[in-house]
């Protein structure tokens, strides 16, 4: 009886521990690194007030930023109060053209500052806007993201990660990939999966539009200097959420090894049916006879199936007749162990083989990123100097020059009479009186023959 109740709280203790674990320690948050950047001399004696209203004004004046000064900025926000004024400074200097100039400490610190403010939404949003805002996340930003936002059950957020992440096609980081993959299990098993926050559902899209064609009586045509042909690139043009969930399912399982594992083959399997790719997915079921396939992962395809709404369609049809085939005699091998387990066990192998490496990393590039703010500044101060002292000599120049005509002008006297005279400016006289009629002359007048005289 001792036994058995002994093994019952284990049992307990084990699943508290697993609901409250965060895939990575505490030490990978790097936090005494991170904030040694607040003790240097730039950053220490930095106003953000008086900062944010030297690049506002530099801004409308000159519609010039220095890169340096949005860093020192970004680096600088410790407080939920200049959160939005950063955003907005980032985005006015992308129409900059110092923007390529942009540092990649800039870059990390507006990401983790979002995070650390569990500003979600507004990170999503950032991320999202590539061009508005040119910020896209390294190795560690995203580990970081993606291992909070789980911890905080924001699994809607951490597939939109994931879903950015793929269209950049690089999931060569095993953390970042191990992360990706579970936070995308994790929303694809929500009951409330429809869409994420900031992408509309195509229906709800397509009933505004609907709408907006029937308010509008009167077409209005606009003369344009040529027509674009639209095209859709099946990546960066994709809006729908279920789509965009697929293709990462399909990018991360030919980082696991495609159909060679139990892994790889669920997590294409399951992009295809999310990413409607009908006609792909026939032929992938057709090679899968005698490969594994989750059991889980098989129901969450027949569910995805179900929701289909144009079931109508040929494609469709054979895929779901295809899927029903792989269980027949011959078909895949069904692996009844749950797919979350699989890739936990992914995920906690690949923080144990690469999470020291990448804390001993990350924390040497802080102290360059400090080493290469403080050489970018004093080349910047002494650049300013060089300005300075150009301008005093120019200056200096001038006054000699002053004063040599103020001392020779005697000798010089001739010279200067004639230089003056070339300066002057002669007008033509102006005619005050009535204007004279021009006269006509007429083409067609002939003159009469003169006779002269013998």
Not at 51 to 71: G, H, P, T, V
Not at 243 to 256: A, F, M
Not at 317 to 324: K, N, T
Request: proline share 2%; charged share 35%; with cysteine.
């Amino acid at each position: 009886m001792l036994k058995l109740f002994v093994q019952h709280n284990r049992r307990l203790a084990g699943s508290v521990w697993m609901s409250r674990r965060t895939f990575l320690s505490e030490a990978y948050q790097c936090r005494d690194a991170w904030n040694a950047r607040l003790t240097t001399p730039i950053l220490a004696k930095v106003n953000l007030d008086t900062l944010y209203y030297d690049l506002e004004q530099r801004f409308q004046q000159r519609n010039k930023i220095s890169a340096l000064d949005i860093d020192i900025y970004a680096n600088k926000l410790i407080d939920e109060q200049h959160i939005d004024e950063v955003a907005d400074l980032l985005y006015k200097f992308r129409l900059t053209e110092e923007t390529s100039n942009t540092l990649d400490s800039t870059q990390h610190a507006l990401v983790r500052n979002y995070l650390d403010h569990q500003c979600y939404g507004q990170l999503i949003d950032v991320l999202n806007n590539r061009i508005g805002y040119g910020i896209f996340l390294d190795d560690y930003a995203a580990t970081l993201a993606l291992d909070q936002l789980i911890k905080a059950k924001e699994f809607r957020y951490a597939a939109r990660i994931a879903t950015l992440l793929a269209l950049q096609e690089d999931f060569s980081n095993p953390i970042v990939r191990a992360l990706s993959l579970y936070s995308c299990y994790r929303f694809a098993k929500t009951p409330d999966a429809e869409h994420f926050d900031d992408l509309a559902p195509t229906e709800q899209v397509a009933a505004e539009t609907e709408g907006q064609k029937k308010k509008k009586k009167d077409e209005i045509k606009v003369r344009v200097k040529f027509l674009r042909n639209e095209y859709f690139d099946d990546h960066f043009d994709l809006k729908d959420s279920q789509q965009l969930l697929g293709k990462t399912l399909i990018e991360l399982s030919r980082s696991y090894g495609g159909s060679s594992n139990a892994i790889g083959t669920s997590c294409e399997l399951l992009g295809l049916a999310l990413y409607r790719k009908y006609e792909q997915g026939v032929e992938f079921a057709g090679k899968l006879a005698g490969k594994e396939l989750v059991e889980e992962v098989l129901q969450m395809v027949r569910k995805v199936l179900e929701k289909e709404q144009a079931k109508e369609d040929e494609k469709y049809g054979a895929f779901c007749e295809a899927v029903e085939q792989l269980t027949a005699a011959g078909g895949v091998k069904l692996k009844k162990e749950s797919f979350e387990k699989l890739i936990l066990e992914l995920v906690n192998k690949s923080i144990a083989d690469n999470e020291a490496a990448l804390i001993e990393t990350q924390k040497k590039t802080y102290n360059d990123w400090c080493t290469l703010r403080q050489k970018r500044l004093d080349e910047e101060l002494e650049r300013l100097q060089r300005a300075k002292r150009l301008k005093e000599i120019e200056q200096l120049t001038v006054e000699m020059e002053k004063e040599e005509q103020k001392l020779w002008f005697f000798e010089n006297e001739d010279k200067i009479d004639l230089e003056i005279d070339s300066k002057r400016v002669f007008y033509p006289k102006r005619w005050f009186g009535k204007k004279k009629k021009p006269r006509t002359v007429d083409v067609d007048y002939v003159p009469p023959e003169v006779r002269q005289r013998n």
